[in-house]
């Protein structure tokens, strides 16, 4: 037998190919989320009997104008309650606004008489003297039992006297938020 020589160098010469990937990193402009809510409570709900609320200021039996004659005149306050009823828990106060017609003479607690008696305004307070006029805001706390009654009163003013014999009306809104 006869010795080969063998070529190392070549046998194992062998071409290599390295495969690769390439890869870049590119740097990128940051995003902001901004996440915004409010969580609030749900309202009171408005009593049944006071979703609207038509006072007699007459006491149901007229009023004499003879009674109205005199500058600065009123007839006796008609007290009444707007309730308010099921207040969610953690509710703690209601701010009750008013809105309406003010009468010029008196706008911080007098509403203009839109009836056909003539010299004559309608006043709106709180039982305790709090002048609710356009724009007023009055804050009732501490609601209790889940309910609360905002106590008001009302009346008929002239600045001047001389009502004259007709009908007295005013439109006068509350609403209401609560904390």
């Not at 009055?138 to 009302?154: E, G, K």
């Not at 007709?166 to 006068?172: D, E, K, R």
């Amino acid at each position: 037998m006869k010795a080969r020589n063998i070529d190392w160098p070549h046998i194992f010469s062998l071409p290599i190919l390295v495969l690769g990937a390439v890869t870049m990193a590119y740097a990128a402009d940051p995003v902001a989320i901004n996440v915004t809510g409010d969580i609030v409570a749900s309202p009171c709900e408005v009593s049944s009997d006071s979703i609207t609320k038509t006072i007699a200021l007459d006491g149901g039996k007229g009023i004499q104008a003879k009674d109205l004659a005199a500058a600065g005149a009123t007839t006796e306050w008609i007290t009444f309650d707007i309730n308010l009823e099921n207040c969610p828990a953690g509710i703690t106060s209601a701010t009750i606004m008013f809105s309406g017609t003010p009468d010029d003479a008196n706008p911080d607690d007098m509403y203009v008489n839109t009836g056909t008696a003539e010299n004559a305004a309608v006043q709106l307070q709180g039982t305790e003297g709090q002048k609710f006029g356009n724009g007023k805001t009055f804050t009732y706390t501490p609601i209790t039992n889940n309910a609360i009654a905002l106590h008001l009163q009302s009346r008929i003013y002239t600045q001047n006297g001389g009502v004259t014999p007709g009908t007295i009306s005013a439109v006068v809104t509350a609403d209401m938020t609560y904390q």
